[in-house]
């Protein structure tokens, strides 16, 4: 219904007719300046009614697009510019000439921008097996990944699916940050079926406003990563009133959470989704039904319509129920695979011995067991790889980037949850010199210069040496856990401690 509104936000709202007449003139705008299908381009919007206009034209130029967060270290952001090689970057009066580039064009939204273009579809053509996204995700070589997901994925995620009720009724509250996959959830889901996507103001979820947004504009469906989901039912329960569906994902669920929101609100349907960016969107769903009881984790479910999962031993062969293994994934969510990395991308994506000529499935290191209920039990990673309030962490690029200081010998970089619930990452530091002293301040914001928030470590704690094992590796289980009592806290800063540690035999 073109009169229908498709993107709403404390700025004013946009009717489909309104959104799609703004996006043909920004795509006629950029075909004009001799983009072409195919290319990538970056967009650089605050989240905003002008971010969906941004991204829909894109595609409607046949580009893909690629998210640049505006609150991202500027060299974090201009590696994405050269990995993707984008001609463009879209951005608005907040971001304008923040990011340039000797071949980079920049085009702005507001009144800079182009309105006198024409207003009708473009009509460029596109297959189903061309990019429609790229999304760049920690990489343990010290640079980020961008994971190039196909149209089919996206359509295919969002449409012909029962897990959640999409429909034309259902209104999505766009709160997940960009460079999480499950924006696209919290956009496509609505805007292929009629539906309307909120826009919460900000960069970061806020929690705290949730309860006035879901009021003031109807909001229907919730998808929250776990430790969100915690806090706000924890904090500002009364958000969860009037939604209708709810959505945890990102990291394992709390049972005792999801315990309790069944029970508050038995009136919502309350879903565990799982599924890595390499499979756009989700991979597997676990609707938690009300009465059913709960054992020591919550499931991840089943697949998808269209995605086909398989639980394989070392020699890729289907394992029993009740038997760890390491889960693999099939099926048109797939992504094309990694931005000028073939070698990664033939790693990762391999072979796929159940399916037809040619097919590939993604090999996520995420170790799985079918239960008697035929659903998928997640058990855990099958390298160090680790989720951090959703987000996945890979300690090795922490780690690259730690180090790289001159006065820093050797850095460690680990999770740690010394409380239940709370997944932190630390940093241990050895000092180039014996007993020099480090400002760890300064390495915070430093690291901070380079790295995204989520990725700056919680902790930094110096020792004299990183502990190691008979074996001459980095002995995990010997790191101390940080002196929290006599920790130095700042607001948006990590905290610093010293301790004192010889290397174990």
């Given at each position: 219904v073109p009169n229908a509104v498709a993107v709403a936000s404390d700025e004013g709202n946009l009717t489909y007719a309104e959104l799609n007449a703004r996006a043909n003139q920004l795509a006629h705008h950029l075909i004009g300046l001799g983009v072409r299908p195919g290319q990538i381009m970056a967009v650089h919007v605050e989240r905003s009614n002008d971010l969906i206009v941004g991204l829909l034209a894109t595609l409607k130029a046949g580009c893909s697009y690629t998210l640049l967060d505006p609150d991202f270290p500027y060299e974090r952001l201009t590696s994405v510019i050269e990995d993707t090689r984008a001609p463009v970057v879209i951005t608005h009066a907040a971001t304008a000439g923040r990011l340039r580039g000797p071949h980079l064009t920049e085009v702005r939204l507001d009144s800079a921008g182009p309105v006198a273009a024409p207003d009708d579809n473009p009509g460029i053509v596109v297959s189903p097996g061309a990019a429609a996204c790229v999304m760049f995700t920690s990489g343990s070589t010290g640079r980020p990944k961008g994971v190039a997901s196909p149209h089919r994925a996206l359509v295919s995620t969002y449409t012909g699916q029962t897990y959640l009720a999409f429909d034309a009724d259902q209104v999505f509250l766009q709160c997940s940050p960009v460079s999480w996959?499950?924006?696209?959830?919290?956009?496509?889901?609505?805007?292929?079926?009629?539906?309307?996507?909120?826009?919460?103001?900000?960069?970061?979820?806020?929690?705290?406003?949730?309860?006035?947004?879901?009021?003031?504009?109807?909001?229907?469906?919730?998808?929250?990563?776990?430790?969100?989901?915690?806090?706000?039912?924890?904090?500002?329960?009364?958000a969860f009133e009037n939604v209708r569906e709810v959505m945890t994902a990102g990291e394992a669920a709390s049972v005792a959470h999801v315990e309790?929101?069944?029970?508050?609100?038995?009136?919502?349907?309350?879903?565990?989704?799982?599924?890595?960016?390499?499979?756009?969107?989700?991979?597997?769903?676990?609707?938690?039904?009300?009465?059913?009881?709960?054992?020591?984790?919550?499931?991840?479910?089943?697949?998808?319509?269209?995605?086909?999962?398989?639980?394989?031993?070392?020699?890729?062969?289907?394992?029993?129920?009740?038997?760890?293994g390491e889960l693999y994934i099939a099926g048109t969510g797939l992504a094309r695979g990694y931005v000028g990395r073939a070698g990664l991308t033939a790693e990762r994506f391999v072979a796929c011995p159940f399916g037809g000529?040619?097919?590939?499935?993604?090999?996520?290191?995420?170790?799985?067991?079918?239960?008697?209920?035929?659903?998928?039990?997640?058990?855990?990673?099958?390298?160090?790889?680790?989720?951090?309030?959703?987000?996945?962490?890979?300690?090795?690029?922490?780690?690259a980037v730690v180090g790289r200081e001159e006065w820093v010998r050797q850095a460690a970089v680990v999770v740690r949850e010394d409380r239940p619930g709370e997944r932190r990452l630390v940093a241990y530091v050895v000092p180039a010199d014996s007993g020099q002293s480090v400002d760890l301040e300064v390495l915070r914001h430093r690291v901070g210069e380079v790295l995204p928030e989520y990725m700056v470590p919680s902790f930094f704690?110096?020792?004299?040496?990183?502990?190691?094992?008979?074996?001459?590796?980095?002995?995990?289980?010997?790191?101390?856990?940080?002196?929290?009592?006599?920790?130095?806290?700042?607001?948006?800063?990590?905290a610093v401690s010293t301790v004192s540690l010889r290397s174990s035999s």
């Open positions: 996959d499950a924006f696209a959830l919290e956009v496509f889901g609505p805007l292929f079926h009629g539906g309307t996507t909120v826009i919460q103001p900000g960069q970061r979820p806020e929690p705290a406003d949730f309860a006035r947004l879901v009021r003031a504009y109807g909001v229907t469906a919730l998808q929250l990563s776990a430790g969100l989901f915690n806090l706000v039912l924890d904090e500002y329960p009364e309790r929101a069944r029970k508050l609100f038995s009136q919502m349907k309350l879903l565990n989704g799982y599924g890595p960016v390499e499979n756009l969107g989700f991979s597997t769903t676990y609707d938690i039904h009300l009465g059913v009881p709960i054992g020591s984790s919550v499931p991840i479910g089943v697949p998808l319509a269209n995605t086909r999962v398989y639980v394989l031993d070392e020699g890729l062969g289907l394992v029993p129920a009740g038997v760890v000529a040619g097919e590939r499935m993604y090999r996520t290191g995420d170790l799985v067991r079918w239960n008697s209920d035929g659903e998928l039990e997640f058990v855990g990673r099958a390298d160090h790889q680790v989720k951090v309030r959703g987000f996945r962490v890979e300690p090795g690029e922490v780690e704690v110096v020792l004299d040496a990183l502990p190691l094992t008979v074996n001459g590796k980095l002995d995990r289980a010997a790191l101390p856990a940080p002196d929290v009592s006599s920790l130095v806290v700042r607001s948006r800063s990590a």
